[in-house]
């Protein structure tokens, strides 16, 4: 039978993240990275699919799922989550057929800017974006650390923070910081992290000056972070580490745009590493993260 492409469901999404996890373990290992997805519970995607269904995509074949795309749209930005494969189905077009029912969501929501983050090896897939319009902007690096060699060194936190709540003033500044730093509001996703048990959020001040907000996993995982002006990044990731030690959690990490200087120099110098290299790419004209640090691949 041939192979049917149609929107995904709510009973899709946990199939669809095992082919994810198998999908990317299968290239991390090819690429001398070992396994490293593990499965976890769908939330976003069903956040998405319950907000705009027209991003969430399955390729299948007699029942079985060989292939995932899931997309959203924040504002005028169409950002592709995950384009995921069979690794037994791949080199017959699935991708690129799935690719094409996301570039409509992006169009039918007239979207101006479009964007993903994707492996930096993973150079099939970089040459289809590239077909569709998306070029490489930038380097994204996985950061990691144990616990105890961070708490080694780190300074206090440089900032104050102030628990970040579901009021018309928090969502107020949280919309400014993120005009300044991604040109972009997003609402509807920072409701979604303020009402996510799992994670903390933090508004981030200078004297009495809101500058930026951190989101800390209680995983020990940084992001988003973003800031107003350039020159508190540091500051704001000093102190997004700082909330992450206080949280408990034996690992932290983050991801670090190359372009962002300060946030890549403090991980380096209080004993993070790079774990994994990962790639934004973008249409021309977004993705100039000097002042933002993306969450996961999926979130942005």
Not at 9 to 20: E, G, I
Not at 101 to 114: D, I, N, S, V, W
Not at 190 to 198: F, T
Not at 256 to 272: E, I, R, W, Y
Request: charge should be neutral; charged fraction near 20%; include cysteine.
């Amino acid at each position: 039978m041939p192979l049917v492409y149609r929107p995904a469901r709510p009973s899709d999404l946990a199939c669809a993240d095992a082919l994810v996890v198998a999908s990317i373990n299968d290239l991390t290992e090819r690429h001398g990275f070992g396994a490293m997805a593990t499965a976890r519970p769908p939330n976003f995607q069903l956040f998405s699919l319950k907000d705009d269904p027209d991003g969430l995509w399955v390729a299948e074949d007699a029942g079985e799922i060989r292939g995932f795309a899931w997309s959203w749209v924040c504002g005028d930005v169409w950002f592709l989550a995950q384009l995921f494969v069979d690794p037994a189905q791949q080199g017959q077009g699935i991708g690129n057929e799935l690719l094409k029912r996301t570039l409509e969501h992006a169009r039918k929501a007239g979207a101006a800017h479009k964007a993903l983050i994707t492996f930096t090896f993973n150079r099939v897939s970089q040459g289809l974006y590239i077909r569709h319009g998306l070029f490489p902007k930038m380097p994204i690096y996985f950061f990691g650390v144990a616990r105890e060699r961070l708490a080694t060194d780190l300074p206090d936190a440089l900032l104050r923070r102030v628990t970040i709540e579901d009021t018309a003033a928090h969502l107020k500044a949280l919309a400014d910081i993120d005009g300044c730093a991604v040109g972009v509001v997003r609402e509807k996703h920072h409701r979604y992290l303020i009402n996510d048990e799992a994670t903390k959020g933090v508004l981030l001040y200078a004297g009495s000056d809101c500058v930026g907000y951190a989101y800390v996993s209680s995983d020990g995982h940084i992001g988003p972070l973003a800031v107003t002006r350039i020159d508190v990044l540091g500051d704001a990731f000093t102190t997004a580490l700082k909330a992450a030690l206080d949280g408990g959690s034996e690992q932290i990490s983050a991801f670090l745009p190359g372009t962002c200087v300060s946030a890549l120099s403090l991980a380096v110098k209080h004993g993070m590493r790079i774990t994994f290299p990962m790639l934004l790419m973008a249409s021309p004209g977004f993705g100039d993260w000097t002042r933002y640090l993306p969450r996961n691949p999926g979130f942005m």
